[in-house]
């Protein structure tokens, strides 16, 4: 069973950068896809970022191309998204999930594709 911890959320003003964290632990990190997600009050769950299994592709949101970055640390188990530019429509809890399979430098945008998700951490940009 993997377990996925997410942190480094927090209130951040309009322009300014964040950095989030997700660690992970059981099972073998460096075979799991990662993606981060977001959810708004109100809306449906969305598609941030994702990462290959050993980092080697990348794949990213319309909304944050250019803003936002996911790397892996897979020594450290750990997947990151540093977000730039933050704009009032960022704002959302972030999570991040894991996928149990994958081939080597694929990506998975959606979020029935993913088999383990961590609990969350609050992004809040303000104007």
């Known amino acids: 069973q993997v377990q996925l911890v997410e942190s480094g959320g927090e209130l951040v003003q309009a322009g300014g950068s964040l950095g989030l964290s997700c660690a992970a632990s059981g099972g073998t990190f460096s075979s799991y896809p990662i993606s981060w997600f977001r959810q708004a009050p109100g809306k449906e769950r969305e598609f941030v970022a994702a990462i290959s299994r050993k980092g080697g592709n990348t794949n990213y949101a319309d909304s944050v191309k250019g803003r936002f970055t996911i790397s892996r640390d897979n020594a450290k188990n750990t997947v990151y998204l540093q977000m730039n530019s933050l704009k009032p429509e960022d704002t959302a809890a972030y999570y991040c999930?894991?996928?149990?399979?994958?081939?080597?430098?694929?990506?998975?945008?959606?979020?029935?594709?993913?088999?383990?998700w961590g609990q969350g951490t609050q992004v809040t940009v303000s104007s």
């Open positions: 999930a894991a996928r149990s399979s994958g081939s080597y430098y694929a990506t998975y945008p959606y979020d029935y594709e993913y088999d383990y």
